[in-house]
């Protein structure tokens, strides 16, 4: 069966209020008023029929934003999870396992340590999530239960500024 993928636009919301949308995942192009606003930016994709890994990644991100006299790009980043996997992108499970991850901010070519960062796992493909501790080194410890297939995260940063992004993966890595 081919991979099947469903994309949900991005909706860009503006002190809660709808404002604009794009069919692009992870991209788009808004006008937006001059006055100072709080912003949040929300985008999803889904696929089936594939490997069953990142059936579902979701993505938003806070700001806010003023009057400039030019294009500026949007104070947001990405959290990256870098477990170290085998060849079938797969962990083992029944026992602790450590996950590096970092924010990276647009148009930076080096993660940073963002000011607050949480991280949440899910072994029922994101049903119940637990939070994981994250140490200081930006490594979250997570704890693969005996039994579980896969891994699903979430993690919340904010940056120096206020700025927050939230990515969800369901179905993250395999356990084996």
């Known amino acids: 069966m081919p991979a099947r993928l469903r994309i949900v636009p991005g909706v860009l919301y503006r002190d809660g209020k709808e404002i604009g949308r794009t069919s692009r995942p992870g991209q788009g192009r808004f006008t937006v008023p001059a006055e100072p606003g709080a912003y949040r930016l929300t985008t999803e994709a889904s696929r089936s029929g594939a490997a069953g890994l990142s059936s579902r990644v979701s ?24 477990p170290d996997l085998d060849a079938d992108n797969a962990a083992p499970a029944g026992r602790p396992y450590l996950v590096p991850l970092a924010y990276w901010p647009q148009g930076s070519s080096t993660g940073e340590a963002p000011k ?3 991280v949440e796992v899910s072994y029922d493909g994101g049903v119940v999530w637990t939070f994981a501790p994250v140490l200081a080194n930006g490594v979250a410890l997570l704890h693969h239960p005996t039994g579980a297939s896969a891994v699903s995260l979430r993690a919340k940063a904010a940056d120096r500024y206020g700025n927050t992004a939230e ?3 369901i179905n993250a890595y395999n356990l084996k």
């Open 59 to 82: 993505s938003a991100w806070t700001f806010g934003s003023r009057h400039t006299d030019g294009p500026e790009r949007l104070p947001v980043g990405v959290i990256r999870f870098t």
């Open 116 to 118: 607050q960062l949480t």
């Open 167 to 169: 990515q969800t993966i």
